[in-house]
């Protein structure tokens, strides 16, 4: 009778010990970004940028950014990019604000970086201002990329 007790408690540890291995690769490799604050979102987007071979990475002051969160080269290209960090799809004030920090900055390239989707009208609005979108499968694509050099 007691090996059996001994034998259910060794089984038990070994699940929550698996549990625990999976949950915290689970929460490494995927960051909760929805309880992330927005600068630290920022920061995180700054940093799989950097990854991806931006240069000169630099996110701006929290206040009178303009509409531009994160200012970046990439193969001489500057880029003028407002992140959004959103329960709800991106509307197009984000694309608006996209613009408008594209051109306050002089930058060659506006775009949206988000861990959500756009509505139809950010969309299209998106295509007639030429401001690139960035969803959140495009992040999902960068966390996975980034966590893959991790492992290497």
């Known amino acids: 009778m007691n090996d059996w007790w001994i034998a259910a408690a060794v089984a038990g540890v070994f699940v929550l010990v698996v549990a625990g291995i999976i949950l915290h ?4 490799r995927y960051p909760d970004l929805n309880d992330m604050e927005g600068h630290a ?33 990439k193969d001489g290209v500057s880029y003028a990019i407002q992140c959004k960090r959103y329960s709800v799809p991106v509307g197009v004030k984000a694309i608006q604000e996209a613009y408008a920090g594209r051109d306050y900055y002089d930058c060659m390239v506006g ?8 509505t139809k009208p950010a969309v299209e609005a998106a295509k007639k ?13 960068m966390i996975e990329e980034s966590e893959e050099r991790d492992r290497r």
């Open 129 to 141: 201002l030429k401001i690139l979108m960035w969803d959140g499968g495009y992040l999902e694509q």
């Open 41 to 73: 979102f920022e920061h995180y987007c700054a940093d799989l940028l950097e990854e991806r071979g931006f240069q000169e990475v630099q996110v701006t002051p929290g206040s009178k950014d303009y509409g531009v969160d994160i200012l970046a080269w």
């Open 111 to 118: 775009a949206v970086l988000t861990n959500q989707f756009f």
């Open 25 to 28: 690769r689970r929460q490494h």
